[in-house]
C-alpha cells in the first residue's frame, strides 16, 4: 500500500497535478477576470478542438507514430461541411461529409504510414500541407456563413443552467472512453506492447499494422468532429480553420508524460496537460498579450516537457544501474 502511494506521488501525472492547481491558484489571484464564469466557458469551448485532437494523438505516439496534420484534417473537414451547407443539405448529412473527410484523411496517413512503411513524421508533414492546401483550392478566399444553428450552439452555447459549454462535452466524453479502452482493454494493452517493442509484439500474434492504421483512422474523425466544433466557435468555414492548433495539441501530448520513444503515456496525462494549456492560454489572453507571444509560451513549454522527460529517462536508467547488483569474484570465478 505504501510502495503503491510512494509510486503515484513520484508519477508524472502527480507532478502536472500539481502544477495544475498551482497554476489555477496563481491566474485566480493574479489575473483579472479569470475566474468569471464567462471567462471560464470561452476558455473551455476555445481549447476543446485541441484538446479532443490530443486524444487519439497520445495513442499513435504511444505507438511510436504521430500525426501533426490534424489540424489541416480538421480544416478540410470543416470545409467539407461548409460545402454541404452551401449545397443545402440536412445537418445530419452535413455532419456526415466532415467525419467521412477525415476518415478519408486519415485513411492517406495510415496507408503511408502503416502499410508502405514510411516515416510518420514525413507523411503527416506532407498531408499537413496537402490537406491545408486543398482547403483553399475547395473553397477559395470566401468563407461561408452563417451556419445552421445546431453547429453555433454547439460551439458558442453552454449547457443550460451551468457554465460549461457544449464544445468542451465531447472531449470529456470521450476522455473516459479512451481511458477505459487504453487501460482497461486487450486494445490498450496491444497498443503498449507496440510501442514497447514493435517487433516482440509481431511475434506475439499482435497486427502491428492493422492497429496503426486504425489509430490513424480514429485521429482522423477525431480531427473531423474538432473540425466542426471549430466552425461552430468562429460561426463560419474558412480555408484556415483551426489553422496552428497543431502546436496546442502536440504540446500537450508531450506535456502528459507521452514517451516520444512510445510504450509510455496515460489519458490522465492528457486531460491535466489540457487543462494546464488551457489555463496558460487563458490567463496571457486576459493579460492582452498578443496570439504571436501566446505561440512563443507553448513552445516554450513544448521545449520544457521533451526536456524533463528525457532527463528523467536518463536520472532512472542512472539510478536503476546503480541499484543493479554487481557480481562478486567467487560468483564469476565458479
Known sequence: ML???KTK???WEFILFVLVVVMLLVAAALVPGFTRPFSISTGLATFAPAALMALPLALLVIVRDIDISVASIAGLSSVAAGLAIRAELSVPMVVVAALVTGLLCGAINGFFVAVLG????LVTLGTLALFRGLCYV???????????????VLGNDNIPGLSIPWAIVPFVVLAVVFGIVLHRGKVGRRIYAIGGNP????????????IR??????????AGLA???NMG?????APDGAQGLELDVITVVFLAGVSVLGGKGRITGVVLASILILSLRKSLQLMNVSGYTQGIAVGGVLIASLLVTNLSQRLLGSVRERRRPVPTLGVEAG
Open 199 to 210: 517487433e516482440t509484439a509481431r511475434y506475439s500474434g499482435v497486427r502491428v499494422a492493422r
Open 9 to 11: 506521488l513520484r508519477s
Open 227 to 229: 473540425g466542426m466544433i
Open 233 to 237: 466557435i468562429t460561426s463560419q468555414v
Open 138 to 152: 475547395l473553397l477559395g478566399g470566401t468563407p461561408i456563413s452563417p451556419l445552421p444553428d445546431f453547429f453555433t
Open 3 to 5: 510502495t503503491t502511494v
Open 213 to 222: 492504421f486504425v489509430l490513424f483512422l480514429v485521429s482522423g474523425v477525431m
Open 118 to 121: 514510411l516515416p510518420a513524421l
